[in-house]
């Protein structure tokens, strides 16, 4: 061993900030000497030393915000929580490692055996090893699903066991999570991130890799079709009507409540990096009894589900009623063996405290074997000595209902008063076997980062692990969570707790595994409309119809604000530039004339920014008074549902709902968007007796222009990752449906408010300037005539130039080409409806001539024909996105429960 | 005694639904003094999908998924049913466990309700460590205190079990008011105690929870009765109803049915379809249907003697 004095030095502080309870360490030893199997962290984090592993700290929560890392909490803090990972790991030895992972097989299957047991003939109860209250009194007992799934087939594929390291020494089980564990993702997103911060470490540490775990879990998902069909011989007279096909080539989906769950983050990560579809329940349908996916180009049957929507709400026909996260059928569909959900409804029974003390006895009859792996102590009050214990030692031990329900937490005796004492003593003798109480463990602390020192820190690990053929696969690594602050008594990521990345030191170093390296006798190819759901497709639509609305909004705010900056009204003529028509008209005109053009100018501009926003009646009806702070609403108010603020919002929500469409590139854009968003909701005072004014002072100054430039810097960053990163299947296509559409709506509502009006000549021009700037087509403009502003001709640019990204023409042949190829069934020579809606808009459009469109009707100051083109065309545009989404997005209903 | 009973169910929509899934449980059970001879479901439009299983309870369940388009949906059960009489002190569902000499059937009939309850919760016979869930809550029939407080005064000291459900049937009977206005399928139990009034299945829950409350394993059963038209009349088509009644069950005797809406023991003028915990577990039709309109139903049952071929 080489020079040890500094990291030695690094650990006596460490162990002086030690407290008396704090009596296991997983560095320390119990004479105070390192751990052996820290060495090798420890010698490299006295190389790169405290300070630097401080701002490599700081680099790992920037990539983690970055990537989009969060943590969906409820109650009062709600909201998207930035993922937090403490850069210290937690180490585990080969040989403690060995211990544990045979510990957690043993009780997966014994686990597996149990929930067979339970959901079968339940010999357990009647043979007296399990109380029957432990059982039928818990909510997770399902008793529709009993005979669900055959005997001998595993029912318990997806497990998860949260351990903690006792003063013995002893890794001790505190619960068991079955039914849908979360945690898997963050481990991964844990690893990615520290592993770029700290990039030799693993190499010189030896740690076991993480990826043979998830090559094997996407193996044994590819195998369960095989074993079920196997399961079922014998067992079963209706055989699983799959096709060989589908046994070698399931489809696997992940089913997911949606982007409020506190996890989902995670779900579409795991979606993403197994390569399955990320699914709601609306997505699914059942049907001639087979799950289907309702996809673009129509049903697509779905072999396998791995849930994370709990088992209560998976079907509400058999299940919870009220239930929108599930699929209505499913239990019969599962029951014919015509789709695997990972884990079947019903494993949840298992997530039960009042299990525990009877688990010894029933390893010993059901595998004749001792426990390996102890669960905590916990007494079930069901019994009444055991009830007797608990009431008797109530202010030492920790309380746990049987059943957790959502949002409920575990009582630690020792922090309740005698009046909260009294109240839980009523609860448990008035139901006594709905309660447990469990003894409150010193568990072991492990060194933090914490400003620059390392600290102990109690820490829990959530392991996982995954069926096999032949028994289970425990991940080499875990999800470590760790109190926030020292003292408290939950560790808990809900409650505020920190996440560790979990290092089990390998013997020797291990190749590096990619999931691209698997089963080259597997490949799923896939047709482009395949694996995408309508409402994934439908959330695309409008991530590109938002995209390019905020970005219309913020272009033309951007012009506005410039303006309404300078002068008292606002408005500066001179600051327009080349044009310079204010010289020439001050000249002819005298300065009062002007500021009442100033005037007619900046209405139409702002009926223009009215229209964008929808946010009438605003500039419609309203004096130029109220400008500046009508402007603001605008742009920032969260309450105007067409301000540029809830328009981002909304591009963020719809964007997070496919959240697993995004590359990592991409969602950093979006993660900065989200932010600005933030900024710009909170740079508005939030006393709303402020006078206009002073908002205005406040706010209108650089900064907003500054952020408004950053945005559209952002948006033209996510439009050309879209543009140039997406593959063009049909994701990439009902994304691209959405901007065209959206961007000749707003072309409209531009031309409309500015163009038709009949105005002075010089004002004309300043109007067109301005729509040809919010229209970025003014560089185009004037390098392609050099001339004066011309009405028929900004108009042919603007309306019918084929080869301006920017005109309406060009918006309309995109979509009509997308739209040609949008799977649907052949209806002879007719044309779907929405073939038939952009033959007319494209008729109408280029059968009009601009030199007929700039003249002025007689008898009015407008000009009549170009008005009643726009009305035409934004009509049918917005009948366009109806059918699309009629025929497209939406094969579901709302539905009816009924008795 | 044979029956023929008509169950039909009517669903009208008014928009069309294009989808929708359902459980049926309307075919009645075999039980010691019961016998089903024949059950034909008749659903329209035809489903495309349908299946027939057991439910943990052993109900029959039937499954059907009916996926096109239809402004109504008809469900007619119509099942062929033969009762046994049952003597009034013995009209128990399911056969007896042990020893069937008629002394220990005398004694355990007399069994006092203390006694029963030691058995209940002592005995670790698979078949009483069984009938455990029946004393836990279900979801229709949560804990309330005033469910004890009524149940007390019919379990006086030493009293037979028999005789206490007995006065605690014909207590319900008497206290409440049949009210088939009052409450309707999603009425809480609650509301039914406050307002002193229901309809059988309200009863039947009523019975339920005050045993269980006192520590009693009781069900709830879902059936048919006949009613009798008045005399020189013929029995009216469709006039009669769905009915409820409750269960309890006596260690060493099985299961005793009451029904405290008509105030008597079941005999052969009771058809059971079905039993769970409480109404939930035995819904005679429910179902998920996809559509934006609004729905009415219609039920009629028509349960009607037949003389013997």
Same mark, same amino acid.
């Given at each position: 061993?080489?020079?040890?004095?500094?990291?030695?030095?690094?650990?006596?502080?460490?162990?002086?900030?030690?407290?008396?309870?704090?009596?296991?360490?997983?560095?320390?030893?119990?004479?105070?000497?390192?751990?052996?199997?820290?060495?090798?962290?420890?010698?490299?984090?006295?190389?790169?030393?405290?300070?630097?592993?401080?701002?490599?700290?700081?680099?790992?929560?920037?990539?983690?915000?970055?990537?989009?890392?969060?943590?969906?909490?409820?109650?009062?803090?709600?909201?998207?929580?930035?993922?937090?990972?403490?850069?210290?790991?937690?180490?585990?030895?080969?040989?403690?490692?060995?211990?544990?992972?045979?510990?957690?097989?043993?009780?997966?299957?014994?686990?597996?055996?149990?929930?067979?047991?339970?959901?079968?003939?339940?010999?357990?109860?009647?043979?007296?090893?399990?109380?029957?209250?432990?059982?039928?009194?818990?909510?997770?007992?399902?008793?529709?699903?009993?005979?669900?799934?055959?005997?001998?087939?595993?029912?318990?594929?997806?497990?998860?066991?949260?351990?903690?390291?006792?003063?013995?020494?002893?890794?001790?089980?505190?619960?068991?999570?079955?039914?849908?564990?979360?945690?898997?993702?963050?481990?991964?997103?844990?690893?990615?991130?520290?592993?770029?911060?700290?990039?030799?470490?693993?190499?010189?540490?030896?740690?076991?890799?993480?990826?043979?775990?998830?090559?094997?879990?996407?193996?044994?998902?590819?195998?369960?079709?095989?074993?079920?069909?196997?399961?079922?011989?014998?067992?079963?007279?209706?055989?699983?009507?799959?096709?060989?096909?589908?046994?070698?080539?399931?489809?696997?989906?992940?089913?997911?409540?949606?982007?409020?769950?506190?996890?989902?983050?995670?779900?579409?990560?795991?979606?993403?990096?197994?390569?399955?579809?990320?699914?709601?329940?609306?997505?699914?349908?059942?049907?001639?009894?087979?799950?289907?996916?309702?996809?673009?180009?129509?049903?697509?049957?779905?072999?396998?589900?791995?849930?994370?929507?709990?088992?209560?709400?998976?079907?509400?026909?058999?299940?919870?009623?009220?239930?929108?996260?599930?699929?209505?059928?499913?239990?019969?569909?599962?029951?014919?063996?015509?789709?695997?959900?990972?884990?079947?409804?019903?494993?949840?029974?298992?997530?039960?405290?009042?299990?525990?003390?009877?688990?010894?006895?029933?390893?010993?009859?059901?595998?004749?074997?001792?426990?390996?792996?102890?669960?905590?102590?916990?007494?079930?009050?069901?019994?009444?000595?055991?009830?007797?214990?608990?009431?008797?030692?109530?202010?030492?031990?920790?309380?746990?209902?049987?059943?957790?329900?959502?949002?409920?937490?575990?009582?630690?005796?020792?922090?309740?008063?005698?009046?909260?004492?009294?109240?839980?003593?009523?609860?448990?003798?008035?139901?006594?076997?709905?309660?447990?109480?469990?003894?409150?463990?010193?568990?072991?602390?492990?060194?933090?980062?914490?400003?620059?020192?390392?600290?102990?820190?109690?820490?829990?690990?959530?392991?996982?692990?995954?069926?096999?053929?032949?028994?289970?696969?425990?991940?080499?690594?875990?999800?470590?969570?760790?109190?926030?602050?020292?003292?408290?008594?939950?560790?808990?990521?809900?409650?505020?707790?920190?996440?560790?990345?979990?290092?089990?030191?390998?013997?020797?170093?291990?190749?590096?595994?990619?999931?691209?390296?698997?089963?080259?006798?597997?490949?799923?190819?896939?047709?482009?409309?395949?694996?995408?759901?309508?409402?994934?497709?439908?959330?695309?639509?409008?991530?590109?119809?938002?995209?390019?609305?905020?970005?219309?909004?913020?272009?033309?705010?951007?012009?506005?604000?410039?303006?309404?900056?300078?002068?008292?009204?606002?408005?500066?003529?001179?600051?327009?530039?080349?044009?310079?028509?204010?010289?020439?008209?001050?000249?002819?005109?005298?300065?009062?004339?002007?500021?009442?053009?100033?005037?007619?100018?900046?209405?139409?501009?702002?009926?223009?920014?009215?229209?964008?926003?929808?946010?009438?009646?605003?500039?419609?009806?309203?004096?130029?008074?109220?400008?500046?702070?009508?402007?603001?609403?605008?742009?920032?108010?969260?309450?105007?549902?067409?301000?540029?603020?809830?328009?981002?919002?909304?591009?963020?929500?719809?964007?997070?709902?496919?959240?697993?469409?995004?590359?990592?590139?991409?969602?950093?854009?979006?993660?900065?968007?989200?932010?600005?968003?933030?900024?710009?909701?909170?740079?508005?005072?939030?006393?709303?007796?402020?006078?206009?004014?002073?908002?205005?002072?406040?706010?209108?100054?650089?900064?907003?222009?500054?952020?408004?430039?950053?945005?559209?810097?952002?948006?033209?960053?996510?439009?050309?990752?879209?543009?140039?990163?997406?593959?063009?299947?049909?994701?990439?296509?009902?994304?691209?449906?959405?901007?065209?559409?959206?961007?000749?709506?707003?072309?409209?509502?531009?031309?409309?408010?500015?163009?038709?009006?009949?105005?002075?000549?010089?004002?004309?021009?300043?109007?067109?300037?301005?729509?040809?700037?919010?229209?970025?087509?003014?560089?185009?403009?004037?390098?392609?005539?050099?001339?004066?502003?011309?009405?028929?001709?900004?108009?042919?640019?603007?309306?019918?130039?084929?080869?301006?990204?920017?005109?309406?023409?060009?918006?309309?042949?995109?979509?009509?080409?997308?739209?040609?190829?949008?799977?649907?069934?052949?209806?002879?020579?007719?044309?779907?409806?929405?073939?038939?809606?952009?033959?007319?808009?494209?008729?109408?459009?280029?059968?009009?001539?601009?030199?007929?469109?700039?003249?002025?009707?007689?008898?009015?100051?407008?000009?009549?024909?170009?008005?009643?083109?726009?009305?035409?065309?934004?009509?049918?545009?917005?009948?366009?996105?109806?059918?699309?989404?009629?025929?497209?997005?939406?094969?579901?209903?709302?539905?009816?429960?009924?008795? | 005694?044979?029956?023929?009973?008509?169950?039909?169910?009517?669903?009208?929509?008014?928009?069309?639904?294009?989808?929708?899934?359902?459980?049926?449980?309307?075919?009645?059970?075999?039980?010691?003094?019961?016998?089903?001879?024949?059950?034909?479901?008749?659903?329209?439009?035809?489903?495309?999908?349908?299946?027939?299983?057991?439910?943990?309870?052993?109900?029959?369940?039937?499954?059907?998924?009916?996926?096109?388009?239809?402004?109504?949906?008809?469900?007619?059960?119509?099942?062929?049913?033969?009762?046994?009489?049952?003597?009034?002190?013995?009209?128990?569902?399911?056969?007896?466990?042990?020893?069937?000499?008629?002394?220990?059937?005398?004694?355990?009939?007399?069994?006092?309700?203390?006694?029963?309850?030691?058995?209940?919760?002592?005995?670790?016979?698979?078949?009483?460590?069984?009938?455990?869930?029946?004393?836990?809550?279900?979801?229709?029939?949560?804990?309330?205190?005033?469910?004890?407080?009524?149940?007390?005064?019919? @379990? #006086? &000291?030493?009293?037979?079990? %028999?005789?206490? /459900?007995?006065?605690?049937?014909?207590?319900?009977?008497? =206290? +409440?008011?049949?009210?088939?206005? @009052? #409450? &309707?399928?999603?009425?809480? %139990?609650?509301? /039914?105690?406050?307002?002193?009034?229901?309809?059988?299945? =309200? +009863?039947?829950?009523?019975?339920?929870?005050?045993?269980?409350?006192?520590?009693?394993?009781?069900?709830?059963?879902?059936?048919?009765?006949?009613?009798?038209?008045?005399?020189?009349?013929?029995?009216?088509?469709?006039?009669?109803?769905?009915?409820?009644?409750?269960?309890?069950?006596?260690?060493?005797?099985?299961?005793?049915?009451?029904?405290?809406?008509?105030?008597?023991?079941?005999?052969?003028?009771?058809?059971?379809?079905?039993?769970?915990?409480?109404?939930?577990?035995?819904?005679?039709?429910?179902?998920?249907?996809?559509?934006?309109?609004?729905?009415?139903?219609?039920?009629?049952?028509?349960?009607?003697?037949?003389?013997?071929?």
């Amino acid at each position: 061993m080489t020079d040890t004095k500094n990291w030695k030095v690094i650990g006596d502080s460490y162990h002086n900030a030690k407290s008396a309870d704090q009596q296991i360490d997983e560095m320390l030893s119990r004479d105070s000497q390192i751990n052996p199997h820290w060495h090798g962290f420890m010698q490299a984090l006295d190389t790169l030393g405290l300070t630097e592993m401080e701002s490599r700290h700081k680099e790992i929560q920037r990539l983690l915000r970055e990537n989009g890392v969060t943590y969906v909490v409820h109650g009062e803090q709600q909201g998207h929580r930035p993922w937090e990972l403490d850069p210290i790991p937690l180490i585990i030895s080969n040989t403690d490692w060995d211990v544990i992972s045979t510990g957690l097989t043993q009780r997966a299957k014994l686990l597996n055996l149990i929930l067979e047991d339970l959901y079968g003939e339940r010999r357990l109860i009647k043979e007296g090893l399990i109380p029957p209250e432990v059982v039928y009194a818990h909510a997770g007992f399902l008793r529709a699903c009993v005979g669900l799934i055959p005997a001998g087939f595993p029912f318990l594929l997806n497990y998860a066991a949260d351990l903690a390291r006792g003063s013995d020494g002893r890794m001790w089980v505190l619960g068991d999570r079955t039914q849908a564990p979360s945690g898997a993702g963050y481990v991964l997103e844990n690893r990615t991130a520290l592993a770029r911060a700290l990039p030799n470490l693993f190499g010189e540490v030896g740690v076991h890799r993480l990826s043979f775990f998830f090559r094997s879990l996407q193996n044994s998902v590819l195998d369960l079709p095989l074993q079920y069909e196997f399961g079922q011989l014998g067992q079963r007279e209706s055989a699983s009507r799959m096709t060989s096909h589908q046994k070698d080539n399931p489809h696997v989906v992940v089913l997911t409540p949606g982007p409020l769950n506190e996890t989902y983050f995670e779900h579409a990560y795991i979606a993403n990096y197994l390569g399955y579809t990320l699914v709601q329940g609306d997505d699914l349908t059942v049907w001639d009894g087979r799950v289907w996916l309702k996809s673009l180009g129509g049903l697509r049957p779905v072999d396998i589900i791995l849930r994370r929507v709990d088992d209560i709400f998976c079907d509400p026909l058999e299940l919870r009623q009220d239930s929108r996260l599930g699929v209505a059928g499913l239990l019969e569909v599962i029951r014919q063996g015509n789709v695997m959900v990972v884990n079947p409804p019903g494993s949840g029974v298992l997530e039960n405290p009042s299990l525990m003390p009877f688990l010894p006895n029933i390893a010993k009859h059901l595998i004749g074997e001792e426990l390996r792996l102890p669960s905590v102590a916990t007494w079930w009050c069901g019994e009444p000595k055991q009830r007797d214990y608990v009431l008797a030692n109530l202010n030492q031990l920790v309380i746990k209902p049987i059943y957790r329900q959502p949002g409920g937490h575990p009582l630690f005796g020792s922090e309740l008063s005698r009046t909260e004492l009294d109240t839980l003593r009523a609860q448990i003798n008035a139901e006594p076997h709905l309660y447990v109480g469990q003894e409150y463990i010193h568990f072991s602390t492990t060194p933090s980062l914490v400003e620059g020192k390392l600290e102990p820190r109690r820490t829990i690990l959530r392991t996982f692990l995954f069926a096999e053929k032949d028994g289970y696969a425990v991940m080499p690594g875990g999800l470590t969570r760790c109190e926030g602050e020292t003292g408290g008594l939950t560790v808990s990521i809900q409650g505020g707790g920190v996440s560790k990345d979990t290092w089990i030191l390998a013997p020797e170093p291990e190749p590096h595994i990619s999931l691209w390296q698997q089963r080259t006798e597997r490949i799923q190819t896939a047709a482009p409309s395949e694996g995408l759901s309508s409402r994934a497709a439908e959330n695309l639509f409008w991530v590109g119809r938002y995209a390019e609305r905020a970005e219309g909004q913020a272009r033309l705010l951007r012009i506005m604000l410039d303006k309404a900056k300078m002068g008292k009204m606002g408005l500066e003529i001179s600051h327009l530039g080349q044009v310079a028509p204010s010289t020439r008209f001050t000249e002819t005109f005298g300065e009062e004339a002007r500021e009442v053009s100033e005037l007619t100018y900046l209405r139409s501009m702002l009926r223009s920014l009215t229209g964008l926003t929808s946010s009438h009646p605003s500039f419609v009806n309203k004096g130029e008074q109220s400008l500046e702070s009508e402007l603001l609403s605008i742009m920032l108010d969260t309450e105007n549902s067409g301000s540029l603020v809830s328009t981002l919002q909304a591009l963020v929500s719809a964007a997070y709902a496919v959240r697993d469409r995004w590359s990592t590139d991409t969602w950093r854009v979006m993660n900065n968007i989200e932010n600005l968003c933030t900024t710009l909701e909170n740079s508005v005072p939030k006393d709303s007796n402020t006078n206009a004014q002073l908002l205005t002072d406040l706010v209108l100054q650089e900064a907003e222009l500054a952020s408004l430039d950053q945005l559209m810097i952002f948006l033209s960053a996510l439009s050309g990752l879209n543009a140039e990163s997406m593959t063009q299947t049909i994701g990439w296509m009902s994304l691209d449906m959405g901007r065209r559409i959206e961007r000749a709506l707003l072309l409209i509502v531009l031309c409309r408010s500015s163009l038709v009006a009949v105005q002075d000549e010089w004002i004309e021009d300043l109007l067109l300037e301005s729509v040809l700037a919010a229209a970025e087509s003014l560089i185009t403009y004037r390098s392609r005539y050099r001339a004066a502003l011309h009405f028929p001709t900004v108009l042919e640019l603007l309306l019918l130039d084929e080869d301006n990204p920017r005109s309406l023409l060009y918006q309309l042949k995109r979509l009509q080409e997308q739209i040609r190829v949008l799977p649907r069934e052949k209806l002879g020579y007719r044309l779907s409806e929405e073939e038939q809606l952009i033959l007319q808009a494209l008729t109408q459009l280029q059968l009009s001539d601009t030199i007929d469109l700039a003249e002025r009707s007689e008898h009015t100051t407008q000009r009549n024909g170009l008005e009643k083109l726009l009305v035409r065309l934004a009509q049918i545009l917005v009948d366009m996105s109806d059918v699309l989404t009629h025929t497209y997005f939406s094969h579901s209903q709302p539905s009816v429960v009924s008795n | 005694m044979n029956y023929k009973i008509i169950h039909k169910t009517e669903y009208s929509y008014t928009y069309p639904v294009n989808l929708c899934y359902n459980e049926a449980r309307l075919t009645p059970r075999h039980h010691v003094y019961q016998q089903c001879n024949d059950n034909q479901f008749v659903v329209q439009p035809e489903p495309k999908d349908c299946r027939e299983r057991r439910d943990f309870f052993g109900n029959t369940v039937y499954y059907f998924t009916i996926q096109q388009p239809h402004n109504q949906l008809t469900v007619t059960a119509t099942s062929r049913v033969e009762v046994k009489g049952r003597e009034l002190q013995r009209n128990f569902t399911e056969a007896r466990h042990h020893d069937d000499s008629d002394r220990v059937t005398s004694e355990a009939e007399h069994l006092s309700w203390e006694e029963a309850h030691q058995q209940l919760h002592t005995d670790s016979k698979p078949e009483i460590l069984e009938m455990r869930q029946y004393v836990l809550n279900s979801p229709m029939i949560p804990a309330m205190p005033e469910l004890h407080a009524y149940a007390e005064k019919s @379990f #006086t &000291t030493g009293r037979p079990l %028999l005789e206490a /459900v007995e006065d605690l049937s014909t207590r319900l009977y008497t =206290d +409440f008011t049949y009210d088939p206005g @009052f #409450t &309707t399928v999603a009425t809480p %139990l609650d509301d /039914v105690i406050k307002h002193r009034r229901g309809v059988c299945q =309200d +009863f039947a829950h009523l019975g339920i929870g005050c045993l269980r409350a006192l520590g009693f394993a009781a069900r709830y059963v879902s059936g048919y009765m006949e009613t009798e038209p008045p005399p020189d009349q013929e029995p009216l088509s469709g006039a009669d109803a769905s009915h409820a009644w409750f269960s309890v069950y006596l260690p060493q005797l099985g299961w005793v049915d009451f029904d405290p809406t008509n105030n008597q023991m079941p005999t052969d003028q009771h058809i059971t379809v079905a039993w769970g915990r409480d109404y939930a577990d035995v819904t005679p039709l429910k179902g998920v249907v996809f559509g934006s309109g609004t729905h009415e139903l219609f039920v009629s049952v028509d349960c009607k003697r037949e003389t013997e071929a």
